[in-house]
Nanobody, 112 residues
């Protein structure tokens, strides 16, 4: 049973922006670190960023300065704001929490 639900993916040109959302059950959102991962075709799934219940953030080097993770406690939602998107950001983006597993993913395609 999928408990994490992602949305916000789409097709965007290089240099554009997207804001991904992941909604989690309140019982998970309050106590678990929530993370974003991505997987490009033929590649391993890689870590993008995470945020703790206290709001501490860690962002992977390839996206640091372009991607920002945040959380809205009132909505049990974690966001991934992606600016200055590059062709190599094209991937399926997944939300993850250790107590919930993986969401179904949302596709991000960066193309001319």
């Amino acid at each position: 049973q999928v408990q994490l639900v992602e949305s916000g993916g789409g097709l965007v040109q290089p240099g554009g922006s997207l804001n991904l959302s992941c909604v989690a059950p309140a019982s998970i959102f309050r106590v678990d670190t929530l993370a974003w991962y991505r997987q490009a075709p033929g590649q391993h799934r890689e870590f993008v960023a995470n945020i703790t219940p206290g709001g501490h953030v860690f962002t992977a080097n390839p996206v640091k300065g372009r991607f920002t993770i945040s959380r809205a406690d009132a909505d049990n939602t974690v966001f991934l704001l992606m600016n200055n998107l590059k062709l190599e950001d094209t991937a399926m983006y997944y939300c993850y929490a250790s107590s919930a597993g993986w969401g179904q993913g949302t596709q991000v395609t960066v193309s001319f």
